[in-house]
């Protein structure tokens, strides 16, 4: 057991026990959403000492130094001494300008910032609404939009934050849009890489993003994007993704069910299983998996046997916090 001081509070950590959640235990607000190291929200920081290093992992250098972690990955090995981060999350205030459903469970968002932006494509920010509740959501926009984001948000039955975004969130209300994040981008770099995207569910959205940045870029190498789901129903912008494969002839989108019957043109298998079956060779690709955080990982490393280089490939797991249930 591990004691964790807070200015007067003092929490204790037990075996196999986060810094979070001995401090949520004790009914301390810390800002979190995904508990899985993923949004940064949980950011606090040790003023004694040096925080284990796993709790640290995507953190900037100068937050490093400065003794940030990230209370969700923080299994203490010592005594600590923590404040809240001084480094309050920047957001600007965000207009819902419209909200139209992609398929039975999957919405368009579109909010419109009053601050710009300055994202790249690919990226996350965190949403957040007035009771302080947030969750991470992918912007699916190029960089050209900086002002209006839209965001493909899936329903969850029972979760509180995307039941509340398709059932009583409206256009005109307002929501705060944290500071974009995360190390799943695209940049114009090397235009004749070939790409690879494997997406599941709402995991496309960032590849949209990603995609139609690419192409706007003048990416020259081939596009192949692979968006799965386990039934027809759970798929989204196919005409829209036909389209754009008529308007490029570098870009192949194949769509792809892993259950039942599938009109033509439609794969059967899962995304990552359909893609890595045609493209077994990835030596020199760029490869970018989002969504199933299974998916997303078992598909990370396949990539890496596949012959793709580790720093070649880009992985937003969406993690959902189904074991936190405050
Ligand atoms: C980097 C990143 C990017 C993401 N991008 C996207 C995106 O673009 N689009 C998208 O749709 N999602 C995205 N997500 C996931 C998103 O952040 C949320 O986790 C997701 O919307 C679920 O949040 P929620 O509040 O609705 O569910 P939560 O309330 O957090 O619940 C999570 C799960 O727990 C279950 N649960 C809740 N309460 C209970 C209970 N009392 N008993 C049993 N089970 C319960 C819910 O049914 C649900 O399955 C992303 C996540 C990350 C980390
Ligand atoms: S990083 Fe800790 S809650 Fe998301």
Known sequence: MKKISLGDQVSFCYEGETVLDALLRDNIEVPNSCRQGACQSCMVRSLDVEPPVASQCGLKDVLRKQKHFLACLCYPEQDMVITLSQQPEFYTEGTVVDKKPL??????LTIECKEPLDYYAGQFVNLKRADGLMRSYSIANSRSHDRKLTFHIRRLAGGRFSEWVHQELL??????????QGLCYYLPNRPEQNLLLIG????????VGIITEALQQGHTGDIHLFHGSREMDGLYWIEEMLELERQYPNFHYTPCVSRGDSPEGVAIGRANDVA??????????????????????????QAYLNGASLKDIYADAFHVASTSLD
């Open 200 to 207: 599941t569910g709402s995991g496309l959205a960032p590849l």
């Open 276 to 301: 890595l079956n045609r493209l077994p060779d990835l030596k020199g690709w760029r490869v970018f998996l989002c969504g199933h955080p299974e998916m997303v990982n078992e598909t990370k490393r």
């Open 171 to 180: 256009v005109g209300d307002r929501i705060a849009v944290s500071d974009p």
């Open 103 to 108: 398929n039975q469970e999957t919405l368009l």
